[in-house]
């Protein structure tokens, strides 16, 4: 859970803390050719402003950043983990996460597109915010709280 070691390392290019019980209080030291950190299967979600936190430390700590991967994680919505979330908050979670880190080229398994990053520039700041979990979408698109 400690990652005081690592300060030591300035010259680290991939980094991959996978399984670490690692949350949102995350620091790293400043590591400038630091491009792939894989943070899959942690315990970092989107709980009030912390992430956010989170995203600018690392926009801080490695501006060299192009490959980040946050799967297994709460922040990262994923259908296949969690049957209350869909493509479209998986969307809304990549926007956000490159609006806050505009040098990645891969989040999580899937290559950045041009589309999305311009969307995510436009938007980006915006969706963090999905649906309440106590929201159900009918098949006519209507949201009903139960």
């Not at 300035?10 to 620091?27: M, P, R, V």
């Not at 709460?74 to 490159?98: G, H, I, T």
Request: proline content about 3%.
């Amino acid at each position: 859970r400690s990652l005081e070691g690592l300060k030591t390392f300035s010259y680290l290019e991939e980094l991959i803390l996978d399984n670490n019980l690692l949350g949102n209080d995350l620091l790293l030291p400043r590591l400038p050719r630091l491009h792939t950190l894989t943070l899959n299967k942690n315990q970092i979600s989107f709980q009030r402003n912390t992430c956010k936190i989170l995203l600018d430390h690392l926009a801080e700590v490695v501006p060299s950043l192009q490959y980040l991967s946050l799967l297994g994680n709460v922040a990262c919505p994923n259908e296949l983990v969690s049957k209350d979330k869909d493509e479209d908050d998986y969307q809304r979670y990549r926007y956000f996460v490159l609006h806050k880190l505009t040098n990645l080229k891969f989040l999580d398994t899937r290559k950045v597109t041009k589309s999305e990053r311009e969307e995510a520039l436009v938007r980006g700041a915006f969706m963090k915010v999905v649906k309440p979990k106590d929201a159900k979408v009918g098949d006519n698109g209507n949201i009903s709280f139960v």
